[in-house]
T-cell receptor, first 115, second 116 residues
Framework: DTEVTQTPKHLVMGMTNKKSLKCEQHMGHRAMYWYKQKAKKPPELMFVYSYEKLSINESVPSRFSPECPNSSLLNLHLHALQPEDSALYLC??????????????FGNGTRLTVT | AQTVTQSQPEMSVQEAETVTLSCTYDTSESDYYLFWYKQPPSRQMILVIRQEAYKQQNATENRFSVNFQKAAKSFSLKISDSQLGDAAMYFCAYRSPQGGSEKLVFGKGTKLTVNP
């Protein structure tokens, strides 16, 4: 069982839709992450929240909008996506606000398909 | 910028045998963390083992061990007594203690097949 829970597991959306991906952890971690992973590729960092504040935005297009309502929740709001945005979206968390000696714990991901 | 290289896109091993996955990295820093993550078809990235650069002793976790050669910037993973459940993508990753330490730099991965 994963300690980082992501919903939904699968999502199919049209290019004009608005949807949200959700991530939740109850390990008391203070850093949370969104990664995008294309097939047969390593995960690519999108956003990092440290102590509920956005600390890293890897030049992600504005059609992806992250939100961290509290220390346990992380959302990724999606709007006007393109087919090339289809991928596995992974959420992760780590303690100590993202300190380098704290490993990341990943969720099972949301498989997103944009039609 | 740090880079991580996994030179073996695919590897295979017979069940109960031992296999070694290679990883090299490039950095000018003296202190950092290295990780091996496993991603089975279930998609979840699972931490296998981690190594602190300032520790000379190689990390071990049950059947998993690393050969950390700091001077050579090499961090290989050895899986002993391979099991069918070890079949997965394995990613080597680097993490810096400097600003932006939230970033985890991944290699491209090695797909491990375990043959019965």
């Amino acid at each position: 069982d994963t300690e980082v829970t992501q919903t939904p597991k699968h999502l199919v959306m049209g290019m004009t839709n608005k949807k949200s991906l959700k991530c939740e952890q109850h390990m008391g971690h203070r850093a949370m992450y969104w990664y995008k992973q294309k097939a047969k590729k390593p995960p690519e960092l999108m956003f990092v929240y440290s102590y509920e504040k956005l600390s890293i935005n890897e030049s992600v297009p504005s059609r992806f909008s992250p939100e961290c309502p509290n220390s346990s929740l992380l959302n990724l709001h999606l709007h006007a996506l393109q087919p090339e945005d289809s991928a596995l979206y992974l959420c992760a968390s780590s303690n100590k606000g993202g300190s380098y000696n704290s490993p990341l714990h990943f969720g099972n991901g949301t498989r997103l398909t944009v039609t | 910028a740090q880079t991580v290289t996994q030179s073996q896109p695919e590897m295979s091993v017979q069940e109960a045998e031992t296999v070694t996955l290679s990883c090299t990295y490039d950095t000018s820093e003296s202190d950092y963390y290295l990780f091996w993550y496993k991603q089975p078809p279930s998609r979840q990235m699972i931490l296998v083992i981690r190594q602190e650069a300032y520790k000379q002793q190689n990390a071990t976790e049950n059947r998993f061990s690393v050969n950390f050669q700091k001077a050579a910037k090499s961090f290989s993973l050895k899986i002993s007594d391979s099991q069918l459940g070890d079949a997965a993508m394995y990613f080597c990753a680097y993490r810096s203690p400097q600003g932006g330490s939230e970033k985890l730099v991944f290699g491209k991965g090695t797909k491990l097949t375990v043959n019965p």
